[in-house]
């Protein structure tokens, strides 16, 4: 397969959120409301049980069929973005973990597959699914897409949820802190789980964080945040290049890389079931 980076892009406005269909402003304004300190914990509860088996393929696969309602950049299956971020990482010789993080690093999308409309994680609800995410637990900064929702949550109102450190203490760093509900901890978590996952810190800390953009672009949470902080920061914005500006309306398909990732993954991720 060709793999000559030569992407032929949707724009140059990426991240536009003024000019959008209502669909993604409602979305955001749903997520704001809803995603509480306390949802997280329940949702953690609830989807944190790994006792589903679901291959990487199979879980690409399910991609096919959701379409990210927060990205205004792209509204081709999620699956093409995927293959976009890895192929523009192995078109650059980053190292193979790389490569593969960029074709997994939304497969925490796959829990639509038995999400539910009330809890913002399916096909027809997603603002438990998708979108930048924020700290939970303590006060809402003005770098969040669309900040004026952001008096939309109740914790604004919480005696504690709505001060500067609300629940943490200073400087207790990233890996302390609670972030709003998505794909991106759900897949951070699932793979923390499976035992044959040897990705290195830095793949992980890609999936992770990769959707926190008022920290890693907003230069938020500053007060919470220790000095090893910044080595992880570097990884997100290293990855958000690949993330965010190779999206196209080019589409490639799934069996023409897979003779090309499929040997990564195996090394990375095992010949085992992951449980979702």
């Not at 609830?46 to 096919?64: G, I, M, S, T």
């Not at 929702?149 to 949820?161: A, E, G, P, R």
């Amino acid at each position: 397969m060709d793999n000559s980076n030569e992407l032929i892009f949707k724009d140059n406005n990426y991240r536009d959120y003024v000019n959008v269909d209502e669909a993604v402003k409602n979305h955001y304004l749903k997520m704001r409301t809803h995603q509480t300190y306390d949802y997280v914990q329940r949702m953690k509860d609830k989807y944190l049980v790994f006792d589903k088996p679901l291959d990487v393929w199979a879980a690409l696969e399910k991609l096919d069929d959701l379409i990210d309602v927060s990205d205004p950049d792209l509204d081709l299956p999620n699956v093409q973005h995927l293959i976009q971020s890895a192929e523009a990482i192995r078109a650059d010789n980053r190292p193979d973990w790389m490569q593969l993080t960029g074709l997994i690093h939304d497969l925490g999308k796959v829990m639509y597959l038995w999400g539910a409309d009330e809890d913002g994680t399916s096909q027809s609800e997603q603002w438990g699914l998708v979108g930048d995410v924020f700290v939970v637990g303590c006060e809402l900064p003005d770098t969040c897409v669309y900040p004026e929702f952001n008096s939309l949550n109740q914790d604004m109102t919480h005696d504690i949820y709505s001060t500067k450190y609300g629940v943490y203490s200073p400087h207790c760093g990233l890996n302390n802190l609670v972030l709003a509900w998505g794909h991106d901890e759900y897949l951070y978590q699932v793979l923390n789980n499976h035992k044959q996952n040897t990705l290195p810190e830095a793949a992980m800390a890609m999936i992770r964080f990769h959707s926190f953009y008022p920290w890693h672009t907003g230069q938020s949470y500053s007060h919470l945040l220790s000095k090893e902080d910044e080595k992880i920061k570097e990884w997100i914005i290293d990855f958000n290049t690949y993330d965010l500006y190779t999206k196209c309306e080019r589409v490639t398909s799934l069996n023409e890389i897979m003779d090309y990732y499929k040997p990564i993954a195996e090394k990375y991720l095992g010949t085992d079931p992951i449980y979702w």
